[in-house]
């Protein structure tokens, strides 16, 4: 799935076997012109990052350990300079974040590195923003959006009756995805007409309460009702889909909530 910051809405998306690689089903290099790319920790595709740099665009990676460039420089995130590389270490460098620029083959690119006590581990990201413009807290706090696609996915699995469909034949299956995706456009749509800082997971939960409603009334053409559904929706809406104060620390969002919005 391709989705879009700027609408909280999906772009694009394919349906395939849980064997075939989704690196073959990123967005293509010639459309990613002057556009901001935040990509998940499974798709580093090295080749992909360089014609997609090509054309003006930002693109960010979540790493892994497996990860092993050669570093070129290495900054705390304080901006003073490691005297040797070799003191990036896992016994000393814990509760620093380490700015890193890196080269692999004719590729330079930054990483940012960062422990995270609670879950144990050192968490990786890639970029090519630059250092005098974005410092690592920016890089960090930047790549936070890309979970709202994880909430998008729960969303669908929870709300749009994604769990289990009730029929083994591929296009049936293929069919109740598209329109769980489209009902869920509809909604997430409607919701952010009503109130465009709106929760829209909360959104999601009663859809039955605001927006079934106003369906019906379309449905049957009872134009005479459609105003009062649609003042409902909206008392509901804005009184019971607010966004929440983010948790900090909260065990499954650690990497995203640990700094500022």
């Known amino acids: 799935m391709t989705m879009s910051l700027r609408i909280f809405n999906p772009m694009a998306m394919a349906i395939i076997a849980d064997t075939a690689s989704e690196r073959t089903y990123l967005p293509m290099a010639f459309r990613m012109k002057n556009t901001?790319?935040?990509?998940?920790?499974?798709?580093?595709?090295?080749?992909?990052?360089?014609?997609?740099?090509?054309?003006?665009?930002?693109?960010f990676f979540g790493g892994k350990k497996s990860l092993n460039p050669r570093i070129v420089e290495a900054r705390y995130v304080k901006g003073r300079r490691l005297p040797k590389l070799k003191d990036i270490t896992r016994r000393t460098n814990r509760s620093e974040v380490l700015d890193l620029k890196v080269r692999r083959g004719t590729q330079e690119f930054r990483v940012i590195r960062s422990w995270f006590a609670e879950e144990k581990r050192f968490c990786i990201w890639l970029t090519n923003l630059p250092t005098e413009s974005y410092s690592a807290d920016d890089i960090m706090a930047i790549y936070r959006c890309r979970w709202q696609v994880e909430l998008l996915f729960k969303e669908l699995k929870s709300h749009t009756n994604?769990?289990?469909?009730?029929?083994?034949?591929?296009?049936?299956?293929?069919?109740?995805?598209?329109?769980s995706l489209l009902a869920l456009i509809i909604r997430r749509s409607t919701a952010m007409r009503i109130m465009p800082s709106v929760s829209l997971f909360k959104a999601a939960k009663n859809v039955d309460v605001w927006l079934l409603p106003i369906f019906e009334c379309i449905c049957h053409r009872a134009w005479s009702e459609i105003t009062e559904k649609i003042a409902w929706a909206v008392c509901y809406i804005t009184r019971n889909a607010k966004k929440s104060q983010q948790k900090i620390y909260k065990r499954h969002n650690v990497r995203w909530n640990f700094c500022r919005p």
């Open 36 to 59: 901001l790319l935040l990509v998940d920790a499974g798709y580093p595709e090295f080749k992909y990052f360089a014609n997609v740099e090509q054309r003006k665009t930002s693109i």
């Open 162 to 179: 994604w769990q289990r469909f009730a029929t083994a034949q591929k296009a049936i299956v293929d069919g109740l995805v598209w329109t």
